[in-house]
């Protein structure tokens, strides 16, 4: 089995944390986005992913050098501009040679889906395209997808308004597609897979869909992001993962209570850390509070400062003693 992964996005939403990291390079607790993804993708039985990279590829590149994540082989396609999700998709199939039936995944999702059921179940039924859906509370910002009784996909509407959701089972972000699709997305231009391709198949009755309720969340916002984190160290995906980095320096004095404190991080004396992420290499100085918010990499929050409000310091910021920072990224952008 191969699969391409879309993981050329902007990470707009996590910004500053995108500024100098792609989305699906950021940490989770010990390892980067990516390694889940493509982890989950092997368990299913992928043996070859296709990157579709395009904002910061290098940094793919020079972390994966031997082409090789985790026992599976990456290869890299890199979009010239971005081409949207299907124009991705499109670009990648052709740079890998893909021929055959092939997973699609957007990057930022971490689920515990059997992918394994999804392909079987596309085969059995000989659909064009098999999408998997999970529930959610607000399907706003998500592709909503109304089905029948047996998962024939009836419409694919991308982030629709709240009140004209037709129901919370939205795309998981998770396909197994037909060559032939690849035919009918124009290359070289952007196509969405979502508001272009699938509306087309739901019209000829070719879009197919297994619901499911397995653990899944898109981590392309800060508070899931944070919140994707925090579920891996309660253990609500199984074994709970350490916390504390064993690189980490936390004082005795420290109180660090349900964060996670990454490599080469330090939080002294007194510095009271809650609900939180402290990145790689970042120093929480004395008697300083942060409570739901994220310290970036080297990011410094000095003696008495308090982080609150799902604050993000970006990349090496700096908040000087006793500052106030609640609910702001720092530095600012739009
Ligand atoms: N290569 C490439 N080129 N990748 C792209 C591009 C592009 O032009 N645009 C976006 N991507 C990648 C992103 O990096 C991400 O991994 C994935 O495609 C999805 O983009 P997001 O920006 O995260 O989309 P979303 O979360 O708003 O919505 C999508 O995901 C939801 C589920 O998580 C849609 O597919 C929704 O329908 C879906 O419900
Ligand atoms: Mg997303």
Redesign the pocket.
């Known amino acids: 089995m191969k699969a391409v992964v ?4 902007f ?1 707009t939403r996590l910004r500053p944390l995108t500024v100098t990291t792609p ?2 390079m950021l940490p989770v607790v010990d390892r980067p986005m990516i390694e889940y993804v493509v982890s989950t993708l092997k368990r299913a039985g992928v043996s070859e992913v296709v990157l ?3 904002y910061k590829e290098d940094l793919f590149r020079a972390a994966y050098p031997d082409a090789e994540c985790g026992g599976v082989s990456l290869s890299y396609a890199v ?1 010239p501009e ?4 299907a ?2 998709v499109r670009f990648a199939a052709d740079a890998a040679g893909l021929d055959e039936p092939f997973i699609v995944v ?4 971490l689920t515990d889906f059997d992918i394994g059921s999804l392909w079987d179940r596309h085969h059995a039924l000989g659909a064009m395209a098999t999408i998997a859906l999970t529930r959610v509370e607000d399907p706003s ?3 909503v997808v109304p089905t029948d009784a047996e998962g024939r996909v009836l419409g694919f509407i ?1 982030k629709p308004s709240r009140d004209e959701a037709p129901t919370d089972w ?4 998770i396909y197994v597609l037909e060559p032939e699709i690849l035919e009918r997305i124009a290359s070289g231009r ?1 196509v969405s897979i ?1 508001r272009e391709v699938f509306p087309e198949i739901v019209a000829e009755r070719g879009l197919w869909a297994v619901h499911s309720d397995a653990y899944w969340i ?1 981590i ?1 916002t800060p508070a899931t992001y944070m919140h994707a984190q925090l579920d891996l160290i309660d253990g609500v995906r199984g074994a709970a993962l350490p916390a504390e980095s064993p690189e980490a320096s936390v004082d005795a004095d420290a109180e660090v209570e349900r964060s996670v404190v990454m490599a080469a991080a330090t939080v002294a004396g007194g510095a009271v850390v809650r609900d939180s992420i402290i990145m790689g290499g970042a120093v929480i100085a004395a008697d300083a509070l942060v409570d739901g918010s994220i310290v970036g990499p080297r990011a410094r929050v000095g003696e008495g400062a308090k982080i609150t409000g799902m604050s993000i310091l970006g990349d090496g910021q700096n908040v000087g003693a006793g500052q106030l920072v609640d609910g702001l990224k720092i530095p600012m952008s739009d």
């Open positions: 879309l993981v050329g996005g990470g989305k699906q579709a990279l395009g979009e971005p081409l949207d999700t124009g991705a957007n990057g930022d999702v910002r998500f592709g991308e939205i795309n998981a972000g952007r979502e898109d392309g």
